[in-house]
């Protein structure tokens, strides 16, 4: 069975950065391919990035481009997402979820989410 | 990107209540859309992939449909845990969007 925990809570000032973790366990983090999703309080879900199995390199979402960084640490089965620059805009619960599907891709492992709360 | 629009985006319904959702993609997604449940201060749940596929121990009274660029999920028979918001999601191409969600709210 495939579990993600993530890091917990965190408050940041406006300009600072957050780095998120996601550890993986019941399988090997090489195997998964991981994605990220936010959700602003009271809003739908986002979809951030993740690793494109096929092309076998990390994709993000536009949005973020240049102020988001998605790594893996093989060694401890752990996934990060670094954001920066943020602003109150960036309040939000932020998961890792794992892309899996042989035919058609679903998000059916998700990690429970922490909130980073941006305020001065 | 390819958007994905939801309707209703509010839903009042009753036990018993058979609903459908509606999720209309902006351009050829083939069968790539899965449907999620998320219930107030929880993790989303994958309900449907592959427009129709339902995942492993999901009750059978959730459905999905492709018509097209359309896609339905239905609930047969609403009982008081589905009361939720259901979220469509595209995995087609990047990026993986969402549509903005419908929440199933008791009438």
């Known amino acids: 069975q495939v579990q993600l925990v993530q890091s917990g809570a965190e408050v940041k000032k406006p300009g600072a950065s957050v780095k998120v973790s996601c550890k993986v366990s019941?399988?090997?983090?090489?195997?998964?391919?991981m994605h990220w999703v936010r959700q602003a309080p009271g809003k739908g879900l986002e979809w951030m990035g993740g690793f494109d199995p096929e092309d076998g390199e990390t994709i993000y979402a536009q949005k973020f481009q240049g102020r988001v960084t998605m790594t893996e640490d093989t060694s401890t089965d752990t996934a990060y997402m670094e954001l920066n620059s943020l602003t109150s805009e960036d309040t939000a619960v932020y998961y890792c979820?794992?892309?899996?599907?042989?035919?058609?891709?679903?998000?059916?492992?998700w990690g429970q989410g922490p909130l980073v709360t941006v305020s001065s | 990107d390819i958007q994905l629009t939801q309707s209703p985006s509010f839903l009042p319904a009753s036990v018993g209540d058979r609903i459908t959702i509606t999720c209309r993609a902006s351009q050829d997604i083939s069968s790539y859309l899965a449907w999620y449940q998320q219930r107030p201060g929880k993790v989303p749940k994958l309900l449907i992939y592959?427009?129709?596929i339902l995942q492993s121990g999901v009750p059978s009274r959730f459905s999905g449909n492709r018509f097209g660029t359309e896609f339905t999920l239905t609930i047969s028979s609403l009982q008081p845990e589905d009361f939720a918001t259901y979220s469509c999601?595209?995995?087609?191409?990047?990026?993986?969007?969402f549509g903005g969600g419908t929440k199933v709210e008791i009438k």
């Open positions: 979820a794992a892309l899996r599907g042989f035919s058609y891709g679903y998000f059916d492992y």
């Open positions: 999601q595209q995995l087609n191409s990047y990026p993986f969007t």
């Open positions: 019941g399988h090997k983090i090489i195997d998964l391919s």
């Open positions: 592959g427009a129709s």
